[in-house]
């Protein structure tokens, strides 16, 4: 999509709903996303409607193989570095870096990120784009004069990104009561506890796209095909996929007297949702909420330049920083009067570096 600030970076997606539509949403939310993280990362996104679920490992090995012969050509680590997204993890970036090894004849790491420690991954990428966010919301938090802990969290999602975000919550006093997938949604009243958090990690491994075995191994009650949207919550942390929560949902969440929407998902909130919450409470875009992943992405990077790895702590604090300061950039350039317009901000603060690039290159 953009090369301006970096080499084109994005994730890839593999799952039954891609199309160009959806590639090109996420393409043009990835660019100003990477360019809030202060990082030198141009953007780019992804895919494929192969579904990875159901799929043996050998059939996945063989689908990353296929796919990489034919898009070595078009990336590399000075060029275009893709990720995973939905349906791409550790796992199938392992496959598509040894097709890629293997057809270019270097050992070119950077040209990947999301990869396992052993060859050059990051310390932190997993649970980076649910840390950030919760970074990101305690900055917001801060700013309003308000502490995360005691407050009740609905979060929607189970994979990756909710693992992520569920563990700093759990870790900083929050009250996490609900988590989600395709056939319908947990309401553990008492709050997940880690051991909760740590399930999320088998259901996923199930491969069976589904969170009702949480209930009962947990006490927890199930609601089926429903969405969390319903429950009684001071804020609310879509983590799904795009669209998950709509104005209906959104004019549920604020009479349930929600305070604050923290839209982990890329565009996981209609647009009429977005309008509503903004106009009613607190919301906070995707595209800086959840750009930690890309963030520490990009630090993956770094250290692959570099042929070095920081350790756990020192990412952390790298990532922390950064949130920081995407929030910093928000507020900056979305101040209306008393309030800040969180999606204002990080559509102004992301356009902006990226437009001064282009121009000053002559492309504009
Ligand atoms: N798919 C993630 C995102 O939407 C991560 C992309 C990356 O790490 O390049 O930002």
């Given at each position: 999509f953009n090369g301006a600030i970096g080499p084109y970076k994005g994730g890839l997606r593999f799952a039954p709903s891609v199309n160009l539509s959806i590639m090109k949403f996420l393409g043009f939310e990835q660019t100003f996303k990477d360019s809030l993280t202060t990082l030198p990362i141009g953007g780019a996104k992804g895919g494929s409607?192969?579904?990875?679920?159901?799929?043996s490992d050998r059939e996945v090995m063989r689908f990353c193989q296929a796919f990489m012969t034919e898009l070595y050509r078009h990336i590399g680590p000075d060029v275009d570095v893709p990720a995973g997204d939905l349906g791409v993890g550790g796992r199938e970036i392992g496959y598509l870096f040894g097709q890629y090894r293997k057809l270019r004849g270097a050992y070119e790491n950077g040209v990947l990120t999301g990869k396992a420690r052993s060859f050059g991954g990051s310390l932190i990428r997993p649970e980076a784009t649910g840390f950030g966010a919760v970074y990101y919301l305690e900055s917001v938090m801060k700013h309003e004069h308000d502490?995360?802990?005691g407050k009740t969290v609905a979060v929607a999602g189970f994979g990756n990104v909710a693992w992520g975000a569920a563990q700093k919550l759990v870790q900083l006093g929050a009250k996490l009561v609900t988590i989600s997938g395709p056939d319908g949604y947990i309401y553990d009243e008492k709050g997940l506890t880690q051991e909760g958090v740590d399930y999320m990690l088998e259901l996923r491994a199930s491969?069976?796209?589904?969170?009702?075995?949480y209930a009962e191994k947990f006490g927890a009650k199930f609601f089926p095909?429903?969405?969390?949207?319903?429950v009684k919550c001071d804020i609310a942390f879509p983590c799904a996929i795009q669209n998950e929560l709509n104005e209906e949902d959104a004019k549920k969440l604020v009479a349930n007297?929600?305070?604050?929407?923290?839209?982990?998902?890329?565009?996981?909130?209609?647009a009429e949702a977005v309008n509503y919450l903004n106009e009613h409470i607190t919301f906070a875009p995707g595209k800086a909420a959840n750009a930690g992943g890309v963030a520490v992405s990009g630090l993956e990077m770094s250290q692959n330049s570099m042929r070095y790895s920081w350790t756990a702590e020192e990412v952390d604090a790298k990532l922390s920083q950064i949130m920081k300061d995407i929030h910093d950039t928000c507020v900056k350039f979305g101040r209306e009067g008393n309030k800040i317009n969180y999606v204002k901000g990080a559509n102004i603060g992301g356009f902006i570096k990226v437009a001064e690039a282009m121009c000053a290159q002559g492309h504009c």
């Open positions: 409607d192969f579904d990875p679920n159901g799929k502490t995360l802990e491969n069976n796209d589904v969170v009702a075995p095909k429903a969405k969390p949207w319903e007297g929600c305070q604050m929407v923290v839209e982990t998902s890329n565009m996981g909130c209609t």
